[in-house]
Each structure stands twice: as C-alpha cells, then as structure tokens.
C-alpha cells in the first residue's frame, strides 16, 4: 500500500470571524465538532524512534475512534509540515486493552471547533482546547487560551507530495492578513494529567 501523508500548517488567531466569514462563502460543507480526547504512551524501547502515542477520541455521538499520527516531519526546504495517520473505530473498552499492552495515559482534553472543506480539497479547521480539572470528568473543563487554533491541511500520497504540499503553502497564503500559517508554530500544549 502507498504511504499517505497530511500535509498542514498552524495558526494561532484571537478573532477568527474573518476566517468563518471567507469559509461559510467558499466551502462545501462546515461541520461543527467536539471530541473528548485521551492520549497513551507507550515507550518504544528504541533511542531514535521514541515513544509510540495513540489517541482516542470520544466524538458528540459517543463513537469512539483510535488515532495514530505520525511525528511532525519534513526538512525546512519543505513548504509544509507532514505527517502519517493511521484512523480505526474502537469499543468501549479500549482503555483495558492499551493497558494490557502496556500503554499509559498521558494527557485528556476537550476540543470544540469548526471545519471547512473547500473544492480545491483543502480543508480548514478552527478550534479551541480545554483542560479537566479532574482526569475523565467532562464537567470540569478549562479553556486552555483565549486564542483560537486554526489549521489548514490536506492529504496526498507520495507520488503527488510535493505538488499538495506547494497548493496547500498558496492556500494558507489566501487567509493573509487576517492569519499567519507557519510550518514552525509548536502544536497548542495538551492538558497533562495529575
């Protein structure tokens, strides 16, 4: 099977009504989301990979659903970051088979956004974090910043990486000034647990 990468930039922005505004105009459909997300670490045993973390997000509908992405990678003559994902349904007791395969709980957080999809295939997605003040309990959560995160990202297989990569660069260009895309912008900090 050919390797499928997501290529994306990351902004941070304080009022992001202008993006809503060009994306309602632009975009196929938006989707209103809100996922509860639990992060497991499990050390890999090797110096130079690091360790493995899978994610699982419980989405407003109470599916739940595994996540592998691959570390952020791509030399700095790349226009975008890239990255692997690996995406599969999960039961409910998740929890009991990732600690039997001894992984262990890192961090949990909320996040509540928006995403756009436009024709050109681009995807833009604007959201907020939140911490728990208590691990698991949902109606303890903190907003982590007062900025709202966005992200622009699109997904290309390997035989067309550096053409997706040079489309999504000018994509992210479009939303100037209203917001900066970088390749060099740390992920937003996740929630740790006590």
Known sequence: MA??????????????????????AECLQPNSFKYYERAFSHPRGTKTKGPVTLRVRQHSDNTLQLLHQGSPSGPASEPTL?????????????ADLLASLNFTLAFELVREGTSFTFRNGM??????????????????TTLVNEHFYAEVSAHAPQQRL???????????QTFQPHILFTRDLAAPPPARVA
Do not use: H
């Not at 550096?162 to 992210?172: D, I, M, N, R, Y």
């Open 123 to 140: 995807e833009l997605t604007i959201s907020r974090i939140y911490s728990l003040s208590r691990p698991g309990d949902l109606t303890t």
């Open 82 to 94: 890239r990255r692997s994902v690996t995406t599969t349904t999960v039961s409910p007791n998740y």
């Open 3 to 24: 390797a499928t990468f997501e290529c994306f930039l990351l902004g941070v922005i304080a009022d992001p009504s202008p993006l809503f505004d060009r994306a309602k």
């Open 162 to 172: 550096a053409e997706v990569q040079k489309e999504l660069k000018t994509f992210a």
